[in-house]
């Protein structure tokens, strides 16, 4: 009956090894952590950001023509289906991981 015992503890070990292995392999790696509407969000920062960094030193009326329409559209996304949808916390965090590695040949 002694021996019994920790054959038992063995086995209750090794299966939630297995377990815990397979959740890990069944995991999704890409996942961001963050809701459609949040990855939305983010692409519209990124892009915003990219037209800025391209003119760092001008005003938006400065801006080519085409430049100018598509931040003020930008903007207009950005107020619209982020600020006035998400808490103030998730905005926050998407304006500060704005990629800002990209090179202004894109």
Known sequence: MT????LAIGIAIA?????SVATHFLTPLND?????????????????????AIYPDSHPDELPNDDFQRLMYLDQL????????????SVFSIANNVERDFSHGE
Do not use: D, R
């Not at 299966?15 to 377990?19: F, H, P, V």
């Not at 950005?78 to 916390?89: G, H, K, Q, S």
């Open 15 to 19: 299966t939630a090894l297995m377990a």
């Open 78 to 89: 950005w107020i619209t289906e982020c600020v006035n949808v998400l808490p103030a916390e």
């Open 32 to 52: 961001s952590g963050l809701s459609p509407q949040e990855q939305n969000c983010q692409e519209i920062a990124n892009e915003g950001y990219a037209i800025h």
């Open 3 to 6: 021996s019994i015992l920790p």
